[in-house]
């Protein structure tokens, strides 16, 4: 099982759709999940972090299921410009704490 | 706009060339990386440094030398590389190491082919 795993997409919504990501991750001992945000041929951008009790940023909520290993991102009312690939990314902890691991992302297309 | 400046946005080179990537951040953060994406692909890292020293070394290839003259510059120097190494070469910082916010900055990266 890979470390941090994706669904690669994409998901193809119309503007003012809801759409919801999840990653797994495989490591149990995993400290800290974060959701990145990449634009077409731009550099990777920290979108919000994940905390145990879910935590919403505007249209963007993001939750955590330590039970089951995943995390998920959902997005209200889509626009054009969240049209991105969105990276899961987790800190592992222990002996490799601080080398966050990236999984390969989920495309988004968001259509007028 | 980035506050992580990368030079040069992109780079040819032939196989037996040497050339070097540069990278700067003025934000006071005390470690900054290498990483290195292939298209449709993560990032993956390749060095760390913390309070300019290498701290991470993620069994890179020598033909990748990395330098830290100080705590604002990151530089990464290519000598003899495969066409297999084109890719898009990332530069970030964070303001410690391990990054317990989780909170990376990049830069806009350098897009490198090897001929």
């Known amino acids: 099982r890979k470390e941090v795993e994706q669904d690669p997409g994409p998901f193809n919504v119309p503007e003012g759709a809801t759409v919801a990501f999840n990653c797994t991750y495989s490591?149990?001992?995993?400290?800290?999940f974060f959701w990145y945000r990449q634009d077409c041929r731009k550099e990777p951008k920290l979108l919000m972090s994940v905390y145990s009790s879910g935590n919403e940023d505007g249209r963007f909520t993001a939750q955590l299921n330590r039970a089951s290993q995943y995390i998920s991102l959902l997005i209200r009312d889509s626009k054009l410009s969240d049209s991105a690939t969105y990276l899961c990314v987790v800190n592992p902890g222990g002996g490799s704490q601080g080398n966050l691991i990236f999984g390969k992302g989920t495309k988004l297309s968001v259509k007028p | 706009d980035t506050e992580v400046t990368q030079t040069p946005k992109h780079l040819v080179m032939g196989m037996t060339n040497k050339k070097s990537l540069k990278c700067e951040q003025h934000?006071?953060?005390?470690?900054m990386y290498w990483y290195k994406q292939k298209a449709k692909k993560p990032p993956e890292l390749m060095f760390v440094y913390s309070y300019e020293k290498l701290s991470i070394n993620e069994s890179v290839p020598s033909r990748f030398s990395p330098e830290c003259p100080n705590s604002s510059l990151l530089n990464l120097h290519l000598h003899a590389l495969q066409p297999e190494d084109s890719a898009l070469y990332l530069c970030?910082?964070?303001?410690?190491?391990?990054?317990?916010?989780?909170?990376?900055?990049f830069g806009e990266g350098s897009r490198l082919t090897v001929l």
């Open positions: 934000m006071g953060h005390r470690a």
């Open positions: 970030a910082s964070s303001q410690d190491y391990p990054a317990v916010t989780g909170e990376l900055f």
């Open positions: 490591n149990s001992a995993s400290q800290s």
